[in-house]
């Protein structure tokens, strides 16, 4: 079933499209940010670490802590940004500007992640 779009911009974005892509985001942005997190704080991660570098796999630690940092921020926006949410029509432009923003933290943690697994051996 199709809803109307809400722009007309072009873009065939609609309230269920938008929803769904929103929705498909934040589990993704839940995943990854467990997986990161794995990796940055597990003592199995860890034993994984060379001894110079600081890395797991060919992946510096350094980039997961500064990508973490960055999921969290974002999980303070979006939490800023759902208590103070307004009209629908700007609702549905934020979760869109977040759905955006999640799902470039989303290819950065998968780009890490694979990093990670790749072994220095």
Not at 18 to 33: G, K, P, R, T, V
Request: contains cysteine.
């Amino acid at each position: 079933m199709k809803t109307s779009s809400l722009f007309d911009d072009g873009r065939a974005n609609t309230v269920s499209g938008i929803l769904i892509n929103w929705l498909d985001a934040i589990e993704h942005f839940y995943s990854n940010y467990k997986a990161l997190s794995f990796l940055s704080e597990s003592k199995a991660g860890r034993s994984y670490l060379h001894p110079q570098n600081q890395f797991i796999g060919q992946c510096p630690i350094r980039r997961i802590n500064l990508l973490m940092l960055q999921f969290d921020k974002q999980i303070t926006v979006l939490h800023k940004d759902i208590d103070s949410s307004t009209s629908a029509p700007s609702n549905y432009r934020l979760l869109i500007a977040h759905t955006q923003l999640l799902n470039e933290l989303n290819r950065q943690a998968q780009e890490l992640l694979l990093l990670a697994a790749v072994s220095n051996d």
